[in-house]
């Protein structure tokens, strides 16, 4: 194996992006290169730390041996002896190959974290000996390593992985009613395992909270309203792109490298902007006044709470993006104002105002990205209107309007810049491009107005502290794609509220391991690592005796040389292999065969 780098040029600078890459030769004697690791664009000391580790796997490589057996029809010569066992070497089954890496590093992350010892205090085992720590463990990796529906993880998933080899259990884990039942008993110690996650934060990775991001999702439900009084599956505005669906609505803070604090449920129909001012009060309860800085997208702080946050003691500090109506009122004013230069690439307008300072900032970088994106859609629409004006003739009136939907939802950031005009009678329509709303959308182009009570904050820091609002993008977009938190399908309002809790659960393991990545590679992801680990698998070798009884191992696969380089990296070590086992000769016969 060994590193090889690749040069791109983006945005008119070159990056060198690496990855591990190893040779295998194939039929005809060919060399072909394997990519085993994506490692993105790291610095040299890093890329020295992986050039020694890759030096320290390929020296110490040990060569394969040749082992001496005792089958049972080779073993003239050997002294009588008590100990030795012939074993029957013909009949050897290979049973239950079963996932086994990816299990054990989700475990691993959960030990992290001390979840076990969290866990274990406050779900006490039920007087029938359900353990339901690790039943919520169980949950947790189903939901981190392969989510779905509790009866798919009770029909097929657990067994087809090593979490019973790893937690010393059995099926019993997997009981369908113990699976659900679980999600009763994780409401009441919500509040306390934010209390948890604070003190790891800052143990394991040295994290402050001088710095809150602050945003919203919603989550959608398979599920037929109306519902009762109190509920909080609600029609509102769905930012999943389905309005006819009921949903909840998810609060969620977390520190601007993606580390979670706290999270609320709110009903479906919330507004936005009603729910800062309750968060605000529940961090200020849980980790006591501070001078800390709210980092919010527009839409979220109203004028009331804004106001009380400047007027608060010691004073909330914060910085917000500021909506387009406002930018409107005074583009005026800034446009006498002097450009500055807060860094290479950005430069900002400032503007103090009652209190407040706003920050209106170009970065050529976002400029050269949001022009692109409106070209490439203005070009598509516009040959997409010249189609459907060929077509105008032949088509009808509703068939027409239906093309234009499709048209605009496709191009939505181009249809703002085109006025169709469509005749009343037939499906005729003229189209022409609306060059005032293209010279201002020019100009806006790659330009944010925010705005703050950081009255002396230096620009460029505000506009650092602004871009840190993609982590809690990531924080949502995790939750939805890889941990798939939608749709939910329970019925009841306790259980929905535990799905989410689950899932807030997984992505802490997720982000644990993300962090341990930083220092890697940036271009290394969780998932990936999660996908190289399942690779592993555990299986069982049964191996018949002369004297009716059956030697059982139970061994993981030793993991390829990318992913050992791997475990190296992150300071792993994998457990010895569990000790072989040798049944009862009355016993054997009773062993199933797979």
């Given amino acids: 194996m060994f590193l090889r780098g690749k040069i791109r040029q983006k945005d008119g600078k070159q990056h060198r992006y690496w990855s591990v890459v190893e040779n295998r030769r194939v039929a005809g004697g060919r060399v072909v290169q394997k990519h085993v690791l994506y490692l993105g664009e790291i610095n040299s000391s890093q890329e ?30 050997i002294a009588p002896d008590a100990s030795i066992v012939r074993v029957k070497l013909s009949a050897l089954r290979l049973c239950r190959p079963r996932q086994w890496g990816a299990c054990w590093l989700a475990l691993k992350l959960w030990e992290e974290l001390q979840l076990d010892r969290f866990w274990a205090a ?21 939901r981190l390593l392969a989510p779905g529906s509790e009866w798919r993880l009770h029909r097929q998933w657990f067994e087809r992985t090593a979490l019973a080899d790893l937690l010393g259990a059995d099926f019993g884990l997997a009981e369908i009613h113990k699976l659900y039942r679980c999600h009763d008993r994780l409401a009441e110690h919500r509040q306390a395992l934010f209390d948890h996650l604070v003190g790891r ?3 394991l990775f040295n994290a402050n909270f001088d710095i809150l991001l602050y945003d919203l999702t919603s989550t959608y439900f398979e599920a037929d309203p109306p519902f009762a009084e109190g509920d909080k599956r609600r029609f509102g505005y769905s930012r999943d792109h389905r309005p006819d669906c009921v949903q909840v609505v998810i609060a969620l803070v977390v520190t601007p490298d993606g580390l979670p604090l706290a999270y609320e449920v709110l009903s479906g129909n919330t507004a936005d902007k009603t729910t800062l001012r309750d968060f605000l009060a529940k961090i200020e309860r849980q980790y006591g006044k501070a001078r800390r800085v709210w980092l919010m997208d527009r839409g979220i702080p109203s004028e009331e709470v804004l106001a009380e946050m400047r007027q608060a003691d010691p004073p909330v500090q914060y910085l917000v993006g500021t909506p387009k109506g406002r930018l409107n009122r005074l583009e005026q004013t800034l446009l006498e104002k002097p450009w500055q230069e807060a860094r290479p690439g950005v430069q900002v307008k400032l503007l103090p105002q009652d209190g407040e300072l706003y920050v209106f900032a170009e970065s050529a970088d976002r400029v050269a990205k949001e022009r692109s994106m409106r070209r490439r859609q203005l070009k598509w629409l516009w040959a997409r209107l010249k189609e459907l004006h060929r077509m105008s003739a032949t088509l009808k009136r509703d068939e027409l309007f239906i093309k234009l939907g499709q048209a605009k939802e496709r191009a939505p950031t181009g249809w703002r810049l085109v006025d169709i005009e469509v005749d009343r009678e037939s499906a005729m329509f003229i189209y022409a491009l609306d060059r005032k709303k293209l010279r201002q959308a020019r100009r806006r182009e790659g330009r944010y107005l925010l705005r703050s009570n950081l009255t002396e904050g230096d620009p460029a820091t505000l506009w650092s502290y602004y871009l840190q609002l993609v982590k809690i993008e990531e924080a949502f977009k995790t939750l939805k794609s890889d941990l798939a938190i939608r749709p939910i399908y329970h019925q009841e309002q306790g259980r929905i509220e535990a799905h989410i809790f689950i899932a807030f659960l997984a992505y802490c393991l997720q982000v644990t391991i993300g962090q341990r990545l930083r220092g890697l590679a940036p271009g290394l992801t969780p998932r990936t690592v999660f996908e190289k680990f399942a690779a592993v698998q555990m299986i069982d070798v049964h191996i018949p005796t002369t004297d009716g009884r059956e030697l059982l191992l139970t061994r993981y696969t030793q993991p390829e040389p990318d992913l050992k380089l791997l475990i190296d990296r992150l300071k792993l070590v994998l457990p010895e292999q569990a000790p072989p086992k040798i049944t009862a000769a009355q016993a054997a016969k009773s062993l199933p065969s797979a």
Avoid: H
């Fill in 48 to 77: 020295l730390a992986w050039r020694k580790s890759i030096e320290v796997l390929e020296d110490g490589a040990e060569r394969p041996r040749n082992l001496s057996l005792f089958p049972d029809d080779q073993c003239e010569g």
């Fill in 201 to 203: 934060w800052r143990d």
């Fill in 122 to 142: 406050r779900l006490p085992p039920s007087r029938k000996g359900t353990r339901w720590d690790q039943e919520l463990f169980v949950l947790v990796a189903y």
